[in-house]
């Protein structure tokens, strides 16, 4: 593989990013309270108002996908007609893993269930045996078939056209060719794709916001130090010294190696503690929130608690389908560039059946040992989640393990490593839309990689130093992903009149 040409940046594309992150950084630092206020309002007001539009839109992308998968273009490679993939199935599942999910999974995966335990849905009595499988089945629905829909969609509408139609270009627009009549660079064009620039900046930006403080936590548990924010700037600056060295390396070195690591050490980690914890509770417990989701999936994915109200749908589910929705594009992108060779109906098969079960897997085992450990009243998890934070409560759970001092250690690299990937990923991405043509077979220029790897660290580091900073920027990327429904249309549109006119019936 070959990196484009250093002359080749798109000067304007590279600006616009670099203005998005001054507009996403300044407001934090000026008025943080106020913009705050203002952003929330926003987000409580479109959740409320348009939040089954979301779901319907959810709905839709899997009726879609599947009618790909099982249609007469499943068979359609991307790429020429006898090109084979050019990664492994095991390399090309764990970079999508990696990038799709990253460090927010672990995060979520030991602690989503304590918040549905005592706020169930179905207006289910709280801390009931009801409320428990509810609990332990709701997260494998968040993070399973509709999750990865999202992101499949533009990863097909960007690389049937990048890779079949041979367009130079691997960014948003490419995925909207129908509804672009003066091509990628026209003004319609440059403006998808720098609204694209705003999810993702600000949706990786939340991501180590987040994600940050629970390495942070979980490394002063270890180093017997005290939990600061110099200890959190610290852990951006590991993680950006991390992606920037794997961005430098570049795909086949860097991010392949990288994720091929970090999948060994994640899969050790999980058969750790479901040998050493509770394990027929969580294999039953497992067994019965697969079963639970399956059988209520439609239920789950159209339930808009009209009566009651008590805003469930729109503090979880909506928050959880706008997120994937921000995050789409960026995802698309780069599994757009590592899914040369394969058919479509192997890109939709693989993202949503292994991507699912990989987060399943997780949700399963530390979500369920954590539960255990707070219905059993070993470790009161769900009181220090609300006494004093996540971040702790996820600590002592891994600290609850035999051999705990080694399991957090471990747990503190795979999150680490995620969370490089993720990063490495997304500077990748931003790296590909500020360059004026790329090639299949060509990757962004490494300096360019590097700079974007190194940029994205500024975001995360203003919001773990500005009060609220974080629940700003989250909010902002769900309010901004409102457009990105007609976006989806669009890509869908585009790529169905590209298969009918180079493949009629």
Known sequence: MTDASKGSIDRWAFGATLFTIAILVVPMWVA???????????????????????????????VFLLYLAFGRFGKVRLGEADSRPEFSTLSWVAMLFSTGIGAGLLYWAVIEWGYYIDTPPFGVEARSAEAVEWAASYGLFHWGFSAWGFYCLPALAIAYPFYVRKIPYLRLSTGCLHFLPGGVTSKRGRLLDFFFMINLIGGTGTSLGLSSPMIAASLAELLGVSHDFVLEALVVVLCIGVFGTSAYLGLERGIKKLSDFNFWLAMTLLFFVLAVGPTLFILKMGTNGIGLMVQNFVRMATWTDPVENTRFVEDWTIFYWAWWIAYAPFVGIFVTRISYGRTIREVIGGMLAFGSAGAWLFFIVFGNY???????????????????????????????LPLGTLALAVFVVVAVVFLATTYDSASYALASVSTMELHAGENPARGLRMFWACALGVLPITLMFVDGGLKVILSTT????????AVGYMMARSLMVQLHQDHPA
Do not use: K
């Open 370 to 400: 954590a539960m255990h450990l707070d219905l059993n009243n070993l470790v009161p998890v769900t009181t220090l989640m609300s006494e004093e934070s996540a971040a702790v409560a996820i600590v002592a759970v891994f600290s609850s």
């Open 32 to 62: 943080p309270q106020q913009a705050g206020v203002l952003i929330q309002a926003a987000y409580d007001s479109l959740t409320e108002n348009l939040g089954f539009l979301y779901q319907w839109y959810g709905v839709a992308v899997l």
């Open 478 to 485: 769900i309010v901004v992903s409102v457009p990105l429904l």
